[in-house]
């Protein structure tokens, strides 16, 4: 089965939301858009690739149990409830239901290195 993802963003859950805020506006030198106060905040750059890597057998200990970082990877996706399939039967379902958000749907789940997935569909 083939997914048409759309695109991919990282996102950071931030309780310190408005410091983070700026700490992006001057990192970047820019202004964040789209801008939801109290909810949301998007830097565009021009272009995003994710890695994924295997650690040096040395340093395999500093990667181990990186869960709950508070980093999530997003994915958006054409069709919510095909991506959700999907990943059921690749092995890793998803965490809970299918949420409507102010955005659109999304949907948790997680990676084999317990990193959260955002499956999102614009809508």
């Known amino acids: 089965m083939s997914i048409a ?3 991919a963003f990282i996102t950071i859950g931030a309780t310190e939301y408005y410091e983070s805020i700026e700490f992006y506006r001057q990192l970047l030198g820019q202004e964040p858009q789209p801008y939801l ?5 998007e830097f565009k750059l021009a272009e ?5 890597f295997r ?5 395999q200990q500093e990667f181990a149990n990186s869960a709950g970082s508070g980093m ?8 919510l409830e095909a ?3 999907h990943l ?4 890793y379902p998803p965490s809970g239901e299918i949420m409507v958000a102010s955005h659109g749907r999304e949907i948790y789940a997680y990676d084999p290195a317990g990193n959260r997935l ?3 569909q614009s809508g």
Not at 72 to 79: G, K, R, T, Y
């Open 5 to 7: 993802y759309t695109d």
């Open 37 to 41: 106060p109290d909810t949301y905040a």
């Open 48 to 52: 995003l690739r994710l890695g994924i």
């Open 55 to 59: 650690p040096n057998t040395n340093n």
């Open 72 to 79: 999530s990877i997003c994915l958006e996706v054409e069709n």
């Open 83 to 85: 991506a959700t399939a």
């Open 88 to 91: 059921t039967a690749m092995g």
């Open 118 to 120: 955002i499956l999102h």
